[in-house]
């Protein structure tokens, strides 16, 4: 299973249950679409799809193609566009694992650290130069 992330801007503020829910229906059994995740911020949105494919070329081009159906058939958000499409990179995963789940920067958007830190996997509790 592949980790994409999609990045797309939309002309209007999105609602990321309604940008995930059109994802879903924009997919085909034969895209291997496991999951998908959405966060909103500022007319954008990173959409992180979980894809099942044999190698990462396929679930790249299966995200596009997804992204490709979502943009030509969504009612609800006409001019959106997407940005790029590409394997992404979760640096929090490990704290989160480890931690049982409290991540610092999880309510945060996608590479926006919080608490102020430089590093996003840096716990806000751990010291540091």
Do not use: K
């Not at 503020?13 to 034969?30: G, K, N, Q």
């Not at 679409?33 to 500022?42: I, P, S, T």
């Not at 609800?76 to 789940?101: D, E, M, Q």
Request: charged share 15%; with cysteine.
């Amino acid at each position: 299973m592949y980790l994409i992330q999609a990045h797309l801007v939309f002309p209007h503020p999105p609602v990321a249950s309604a940008v995930r829910r059109e994802l879903l229906r924009a997919s085909t059994p034969a895209d291997g679409l496991e999951h998908v995740f959405v966060q909103v911020a500022d007319g954008s949105a990173t959409a992180v799809l979980f894809i099942r494919a044999p190698s990462l070329f396929q679930a790249e081009a299966a995200a596009r193609g997804i992204c490709a159906n979502f943009l030509a058939c969504s009612s609800t958000h006409p001019g959106a566009r997407l940005l790029s499409v590409a394997v992404g990179l979760v640096p929090s995963l490990g704290h989160l694992l480890v931690s049982g789940g409290d991540a610092p920067g999880r309510d945060a958007p996608f590479g926006e650290p919080s608490g102020g830190n430089d590093l996003p996997w840096q716990h806000p509790d751990a010291s540091g130069p």
